[in-house]
């Protein structure tokens, strides 16, 4: 289960799973062509094929626009350190400075996208998981019904939401547990998405907070170097 966890947490690894179905589908297809099968099945096993290729070109088109993202930070850091040095004359630091945060912000929106994208299939999986090895059982009421007519509606919804949260809250902690390089991206990408907010005026958080925040993602980076298994596979 915690292999299957691991390995369903990398964009790249559901992008082969995808590619697998997509061309099991072609290959389904062609069978049914040659078996003369009905035209309606046909049709629908080329539709799922259709549907899985579209689905693979989403999942490359962000993972491209992340790295672009990344990449174009980096360059605009380089032109800033050419014109602190000397290097270029002339240059509007101000300016690049702050088209240098503005590419990082995007890129980190990006990459908690995907963080909370993944948390969310984990946390399906999960519950689909314990519903399975967790049978149904009759749950009677210990109420009177006429307990039941004179409760008001909030009276009743409060401990239900309240259940409801709790579960949430245990399938969270569970799945974070269960796979340690979300937890520590989904950490890291949120400490340095204040940064780049700071620094552009969106969010003022102040010197001492960016400080903390950057130092956290730094030893979290590290981290990730150390333990290379830590680390989540885009």
């Not at 890129?107 to 999986?125: G, K, P, Q, W």
């Not at 796979?179 to 552009?200: G, V």
Request: with cysteine; charged share 20%; aromatic share 8%.
């Amino acid at each position: 289960m915690d292999s299957w966890v691991r390995f369903n947490a990398q964009s790249q690894a559901k992008e082969r799973v995808i590619r697998a179905a997509q061309y099991a589908c072609t290959l389904l297809g062609y069978t049914l062509q040659k078996g003369d099968a009905a035209a309606e099945i046909r049709r629908t096993v080329s539709q799922l094929e259709a549907h899985m290729s579209l689905t693979r070109n989403v999942l490359r088109l962000c993972l491209t626009i992340s790295h672009l993202n990344r990449a174009m930070y980096f360059a605009c850091d380089n032109v800033l350190w050419a014109g602190k040095t000397g290097l270029i004359s002339k240059l509007d630091q101000k300016k690049w400075s702050q088209r240098s945060f503005r590419y990082y912000l995007f890129a980190l929106i990006l990459n908690l996208t995907r963080d909370v994208y993944e948390l969310h299939l984990l946390m399906e999986c999960e519950a689909r998981y314990r519903a399975t090895k967790t049978p149904l059982s009759p749950c009677p009421s210990t109420t009177h019904p006429s307990d039941d007519l004179s409760a008001t509606p909030a009276a009743v919804a409060v401990p239900v939401m309240s259940a409801w949260m709790r579960r949430k809250l245990h399938l969270l902690v569970t799945v974070l547990y269960s796979n340690p390089p979300l937890l520590l991206d989904l950490l890291k990408n949120s400490c340095d998405i204040f940064i780049p907010l700071d620094r552009l005026g969106i969010y003022p958080t102040g010197t001492g907070f960016v400080g903390a925040c950057g130092l956290a993602s730094s030893v979290l980076s590290i981290l990730t170097m150390v333990h290379p298994w830590l680390k989540l596979k885009p």
